[in-house]
């Protein structure tokens, strides 16, 4: 597989329902939302730490087992510099304003979950079939853009892993 480097677009849809194969991924892709401007410098992908717990020897003092309790959580992140009002309550709730005034925020801390979907310049896609979607304004460059950070979380769809690394190049 190609590395996955630097990033070339981003999606956003419908959290996935099916299996993903090539015919799924196509299908969503057709259905997405395209992000057309990530900030310069602002997009992350990346996976915490395992919680674990060392169970020490003590007549050594070194470890003698480790127990990964609980897998770090995968995320990808992303500042939107440029973005409609439909894509601000698509991504952080609330609702537009008559007229096309502008965003109105949530009264609560709204529940958004969508497939999130990162294409790198070497032409691999980063999965997230279903992610919990938190956004914020993120000022960058003196610019108030929307902060988001995809969570990819357990679909509780048969045999739809939280996250895929798929080559590109098998896709389309």
């Given amino acids: 597989m190609k590395p996955f480097i630097g990033l070339k677009a981003v999606y956003y849809g419908d959290v ?6 090539k015919q799924a991924l196509t299908t969503w892709l057709g259905t997405a939302k395209k992000i057309e401007n990530v900030h310069e410098g602002t ?3 990346e996976q915490e730490d395992a919680t674990e717990t060392e169970y020490i020897n003590e007549l050594t003092g070194e470890p003698y087992f480790i127990d990964q309790e609980k ?3 995968k995320t990808m992140s992303i500042t939107i510099g440029e973005y ?6 698509a991504l952080a709730g609330g609702k537009a304003l008559d007229a096309g005034l502008g ?7 709204p529940v958004i979950e969508k497939c999130f979907v990162g294409l790198t310049k070497t032409g ?8 919990s979607i938190k956004a914020k ?7 108030v853009g929307l902060g988001i950070t995809a969570t990819a979380m357990a679909t509780g769809v048969s045999g739809l892993q939280s996250e895929y690394l798929i080559d590109g190049s098998k896709v389309g």
């Fill in 16 to 21: 996935m329902k099916v299996a993903l194969t």
């Fill in 43 to 45: 997009w992350r992908y």
């Fill in 71 to 73: 897998k770090g959580k």
């Fill in 84 to 89: 409609d009002v439909e894509t601000r309550v």
């Fill in 103 to 109: 965003w109105e925020a949530p009264a609560d801390i």
């Fill in 124 to 131: 691999n896609y980063i999965v997230f079939p279903k992610a």
């Fill in 137 to 143: 304004a993120d000022t960058q460059n003196k610019n």
